[in-house]
């Protein structure tokens, strides 16, 4: 609203009392490539926590701040803005009344692999970090966050070295994986989840892991989420679909009061200046069992 870009990447949006907030990763600074990785291109800005921005229409945002700060100070702590802080996601809890934050935490050459969790009284902060854990033992990289109907939450995310995705049920506070877990899409090397419930069915759709260049999307079906994932092939038709529109998914974000009708959120990295990275929205729509995301340069439902 006050004329400055939005800088939430790699989000996802929680809907609470009427209110839309997205989540995401602050990128600002110089973009350096780190010297020491010289198997693959990792280039990074120091992590500048997670910002918060509301609206209602979904088309004018207002900015609320930082909901997670990076801790400056602490070189061996989580959020120091040496270590990455990634596609954060956020649900509430109905029966703490907290609202629940998990991310993606790493070591600068993302071999920490892990996931943090912050909680807060309100939707857009600030959060309080309780700390960052393996889950269930295994590596967890590129995340999100699930709240199916039943108020049951699943934290999804890349293990096994990026080569399989671990469904993680979490405790009924959501600060915990319960010890439930399931390996899905085994060996695809898939990353980027995220979820949708739509008629009754599981929708996730993941990109490849080609760091910060785009690549093909693929979704995968389920009629629960800890049950057999199918892999069912890319969502995205017509031009530049093999690159996802030159985009990487972070969120399906369900339209309030318009059933069906559903945002593919993405960012358009720009891996040699991060912070001037895009957002790609575009119409998600079903056809049957079917996902269809295609190019609209410009578009409304
Ligand atoms: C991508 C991942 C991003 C970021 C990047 C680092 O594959 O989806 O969230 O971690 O790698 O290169």
């Known amino acids: 609203m006050d004329g400055n870009p939005i800088n939430a990447h790699g989000g996802g949006i929680l809907f609470d009392h009427n209110t839309y907030y997205w989540f995401g990763e602050i990128k600002s ?19 500048g926590g997670i910002s918060c921005y509301s609206s209602h229409d979904l088309l004018h945002w207002k900015y609320e701040g930082l909901a997670l700060a990076t801790v400056p100070n602490d070189s061996s702590h989580d959020l120091h803005p040496g270590r990455v802080i990634e596609r954060p996601k956020v649900i509430y809890n109905q029966i703490t009344g907290k609202y629940v934050m998990w991310m993606h935490i790493d070591s600068r050459d993302y071999s920490y692999a892990r996931a943090g969790v912050a909680v807060s009284d ?36 890349t293990s096994e070295n990026n080569a399989t995705i671990h469904v993680n049920e979490l ?25 949708v ?19 093909e999307a693929m979704y995968a079906t389920a009629d629960s989420v800890m049950g057999h ?14 690159k996802t529109f030159n985009s990487q998914i972070t969120f399906i974000l369900p339209v309030r009061g318009m059933q069906g009708k559903y945002i593919f959120m993405a960012d358009r990295w720009n891996k ?26 410009k578009w409304r439902f």
Not at 132 to 156: C, E, V
Not at 171 to 191: A, M, Q, V
Request: aromatic share 12%; glycine share 8%; with cysteine.
């Open 229 to 242: 994932w199918t892999p069912k092939g890319n969502p995205c038709a017509g031009e530049n679909n093999l």
């Open 29 to 47: 600074g110089k973009t350096i490539r780190v010297k020491e990785d010289t198997s693959w291109e990792n280039f990074r800005v120091n992590a």
């Open 272 to 297: 040699a200046d991060l912070p001037d990275s895009r957002y790609v929205w575009l119409p998600l729509v079903f056809q049957n069992e079917k996902i269809m995301i295609q190019w609209v340069g």
């Open 171 to 195: 405790t009924s506070d959501y600060l915990k994986p319960s010890g439930k877990f399931k390996r899905i899409l085994i060996g695809l090397n898939r990353e980027a989840p995220a979820i």
């Open 122 to 157: 309100n939707p857009a902060g600030p959060y309080t970090y309780l700390g960052s854990m393996r889950p269930n033992g295994a590596m967890s990289r590129d995340m999100t966050l699930f709240k199916d109907t039943n108020g049951r939450a699943y934290l999804i995310s």
């Open 197 to 215: 419930k739509h008629n009754h069915k599981y929708y996730l759709i993941t990109s490849l892991c080609t760091g910060w260049d785009p690549n």
